[in-house]
Nanobody, 115 residues
Framework: QLQLVESGGGLVQPGGSLRLSCAASRNIFSINTMGWYRQTPGKQRELVARITRAGSTNYADSVKGRFTISRDNARNTVYLQMNSLKPEDTAVYSC?????????WGQGTQVTVSS
């Protein structure tokens, strides 16, 4: 079993920055892909960014150049650095881990971008 706990969300002004953290309950070294997703009311959950064990990354077009995903296997943590935030980035951000046969999800953390 794997538990994921997100932190770092909050209220920030447009143009500001936040760093989200996703702490796993066990070693993530063997987990090939981990990612961040976001969802707003009435919309489907969408991929924000994901990272493989080898460090390969991919991003949603809407966040390229502004967000950076990283993973620290020694700390069992995945990060999402979010810069130049826009009001349209407001959402609940959730961390996910993809293991063969099973997906694991955190509870999510709210990010609100507003002046």
């Amino acid at each position: 079993q794997l538990q994921l706990v997100e932190s770092g969300g909050g209220l920030v002004q447009p143009g500001g920055s936040l760093r989200l953290s996703c702490a796993a309950s066990r070693n993530i070294f063997s987990i090939n892909t981990m990612g961040w997703y976001r969802q707003t009311p009435g919309k489907q959950r969408e991929l924000v960014a994901r990272i493989t064990r080898a460090g390969s990354t991919n991003y949603a077009d809407s966040v390229k150049g502004r967000f950076t995903i990283s993973r620290d296997n020694a700390r069992n943590t995945v990060y999402l650095q979010m810069n130049s935030l826009k009001p349209e980035d407001t959402a609940v951000y959730s961390c996910a881990a993809f293991v063969v046969g099973t997906d694991y999800w955190g509870q999510g953390t709210q990010v609100t971008v507003s002046s």
